[in-house]
């Protein structure tokens, strides 16, 4: 089978790279990002998604059985930043690979990564059957690109399933992120570089899952799921980042004192999300294999090791 990835020069299109050529020893991969290389064992090219038609040039003469699209703004804080930038680029690509399907007449299927960011705030846990609430620049984008799925879906005949991803974590991750940046911080500070941590609100609670399960569960969702269908990827718990950290201490053996950094807090930050993965286990039969102190211990080990490269 043939594998388009966009993105995969990030962190999930590294994991996803990884799990697939295990998965499939004849796997034909093929990956698309912006970044000038991608250091990865696959066939790779350097490209803006935004551009129309290279991206249909791209698309057309590869001709993919499977179309895994990861490109994306995925910070809601750099969203906040500079809003029409993570509107454009996420609406304008997705648009951009649904046209080139339709234009070259082709049966790719699309996997669509959305954002639990979309349920915005209100009941919990949130299900695929509840309504959308975005409440960021992010989280809007990320509602147009589920929309416009569906739209190809409904009358275009495009193959598409969709996600709506909450935060995954693991070795490798971005420090750009919060759980990553914690632990970076965490492991300075048991090697003598730092002697505090410094915090956003970490009274936040957030439903994390582990990058290894997340793959797993979007190669599962491309293979098996019904066209046009929607799947929450989450672990169903909580955690606020105040026990994240509390359990890196406990896996560190060291006692953190903690500083709030104003510049760290967000506008609108939703206290507690949560979500339902029940719809994905039980038509899909995925189940999470790592518990936050596995992921946590493994970011804590990747980042020490790096740093006696």
Same mark, same amino acid.
């Given at each position: ?9 990030g962190f999930v299109g590294r994991y996803f790279?990884?799990? $697939? ?6 796997? &034909? ?40 699209? $990861? ?13 029409? /930038?993570? /509107? ?32 915005? &705030? ?28 569906? $739209? ?29 940046? /914690? ?81 760290? $807090? ?44």
């Amino acid at each position: 089978m043939k594998y388009f990835i966009t993105g995969v020069s990030g962190f999930v299109g590294r994991y996803f790279v990884e799990y $697939l050529q295990k998965k499939e020893n004849d796997a &034909d991969i093929f990956g698309a990002d912006i970044a000038p290389s991608c250091n990865l064992p696959i066939k790779y090219r350097q490209i803006d998604l935004i551009d129309k038609a290279a991206t249909s040039e791209i698309i057309g003469n590869y001709k993919p059985d499977y179309i895994v699209h $990861l490109a994306s703004i995925s910070s809601v804080g750099q969203s906040w930043q500079n809003p029409s /930038f993570c /509107f454009v680029n996420n609406t304008t690509i997705m648009l951009n690979i649904l046209e080139a399907v339709v234009q070259n007449k082709l049966n790719s299927r699309i996997l669509s990564i959305g954002s639990s960011e979309e349920y915005g &705030d209100g009941e919990m846990p949130f299900a695929e059957n509840m309504p959308l609430n975005p409440k960021n620049p992010y989280a809007v984008a990320k509602v147009s690109q589920e929309l416009l799925g569906k $739209l190809y879906a409904e009358n275009m005949g495009c193959d598409v399933v969709m996600t709506r991803s909450f935060n995954h974590i693991g070795p490798n991750q971005s420090e750009r992120f919060v759980v990553p940046s /914690f632990m970076r911080q965490i492991v300075n500070i048991k090697q003598g570089a730092e002697n505090k941590m410094s915090v956003g609100n970490i009274n936040v609670a957030r439903d994390f899952l582990d990058v290894r399960d997340v793959v797993d569960a979007y190669y599962k969702i491309l293979h098996r799921a019904k066209s046009g269908a929607i799947y929450n990827v989450c672990s169903g718990k909580t955690f606020k980042l105040s026990e994240i950290i509390k359990i890196a201490e406990d896996i560190s053996g060291i006692n953190i004192n903690v500083e709030v950094d104003t510049s760290r $807090l967000r506008p609108n930050d939703v206290m507690v999300i949560v979500g339902s993965n029940q719809k994905i286990k039980q038509e899909l039969g995925w189940e999470p294999q790592y518990d936050m102190q596995q992921t946590i211990k493994d970011i804590l080990l990747s980042m020490e090791q790096n740093n006696e490269k």
